[in-house]
């Protein structure tokens, strides 16, 4: 009792009651986030399609329950809230930090709205069976896959700028990185190597990226730098080089066109670019080059088109910048361009920024399809 008598102590000992008693009322009864926005996303078994069928693709579920604090969210995530211990019915509430908005629905959770999906691959006629799965053809009614897989596009009449980035597939976190962050009108290209690639390629579509196949082909310092077992070989006769194509192919559907990987010296030979543009006529495919084909033969009956510049042969902000910009001078003077990149971190933020002020300065997003012709 002496101790309490002393008012410095009493005091303290007051304002330790009191700090108890609050942390007590808000453990049962209170919200230390009720001031923040919250959504509720309506939780359901998915479908045969859609995004919320891709479980575990994106890691880190939030928790088991139903209730989920998006703290951390990245522009671009998408958080699948299809956990196995998750409720397939009912709703989830999310907590959002201050100022965050969300979008999205089918359980998938993204910080921006993804584009519309694109046809779900395989389309039922243009497929055969193949070596290591099936193969793109022409299907009874003349319809080619660079047609069915191909994004739509509407021309506005505004000079038309086209984007290809590549590489993709390898690395997983550059791949989520550039399907989720780019504009759904930059076309992304696949390396066949890859592992999960028609899961990639399934993810890419669905969020309304049209997407292609980089075919491997001899470089002008073969052997030194070997692009794999089933590069394209300037001296193979017709028969090998369409065997090796089939293979490369039928590793995954859903793509509109090749590209090249390297291919220097394949491409500089008349009669290896001419049976190789043959091949992919008789299956309807299109081939758009990084730009080591510009001067070669177009090929009869082949949607073509050629890289005007690669963006990010440096690796820096700045030049990106300059290379856009001048892919943007082309397009004003030709009427279209095409660019071509990688999946490297800077080249997604800075083409990321580039297109959101795209359409103020005149100019239109398009798919690489787009500026392709026979």
């Not at 039922?124 to 069976?129: E, F, K, S």
């Not at 042969?313 to 943007?328: F, H, T, V, Y």
Request: glycine share 14%; hydrophobic share 45%.
């Amino acid at each position: 009792m002496t101790l309490l008598a002393n008012p410095f102590i009493g005091a303290g000992a007051a304002a330790l009651l009191l700090i108890v008693a609050v942390a007590s009322l808000v453990l049962v009864a209170g919200d230390p986030k009720a001031g923040s926005p919250k959504v509720r996303v309506a939780l359901q078994e998915p479908g045969e399609t859609g995004p919320g069928l891709r479980r575990g693709l994106y890691p880190g579920m939030l928790g088991e329950g139903p209730e989920f604090t998006l703290d951390n969210l990245v522009p671009g995530q998408e958080i699948n809230l299809f956990g196995d211990n998750a409720p397939m019915s009912g709703e989830a509430v999310i907590t959002l930090p201050q100022g965050g908005a969300l979008g999205g629905g089918s359980g998938a959770v993204r910080a921006r709205p993804m584009g519309p999906p694109l046809a779900t691959a395989p389309i039922a006629g243009l497929t055969a069976p193949g070596p290591g799965g099936l193969l793109p053809i022409i299907g009874p009614d003349g319809k080619t896959p660079f047609q069915a897989y191909a994004r739509p596009f509407q021309d506005n009449g505004k000079p038309k700028i086209a984007l290809v980035v590549g590489g993709l597939g390898l690395n997983a976190a550059a791949t989520r990185s550039a399907i989720d962050r780019l504009p759904s009108e930059v076309t992304l290209s696949f390396v066949p190597y890859a592992d999960g690639l028609q899961g990639w390629i399934d993810l890419a579509r669905a969020n309304g990226h049209e997407v292609m196949l980089e075919i491997p082909m001899e470089p002008q310092d073969y052997p030194n730098n070997d692009p794999g077992p089933y590069t394209l070989m300037t001296s193979a006769q017709a028969p090998e080089t369409v065997k090796k194509l089939e293979v490369l192919l039928s590793r995954a559907t859903g793509y509109f066109a090749v590209t090249n990987y390297l291919g220097g010296r394949f491409l500089a030979s008349d009669g290896a670019l001419s049976g190789f543009l043959s091949a992919l006529r008789a299956r309807g495919v299109g081939f758009l080059d990084d730009g080591a084909a510009a001067r070669r033969g177009a090929g009869a009956g082949v949607f073509r088109a050629s890289s005007d510049t690669i963006v990010d042969d440096q690796l820096a902000a700045d030049a990106i910048e300059k290379r856009l910009l001048a892919l943007e001078a082309q397009a004003l003077q030709k009427g279209s361009a095409l660019g071509g990149g990688f999946a490297y971190p800077v080249t997604v933020e800075t083409v990321v920024r580039w297109a959101q002020g795209l359409s103020g300065r005149g100019y239109q997003l398009a798919p690489a399809s787009a500026v392709a012709r026979k």
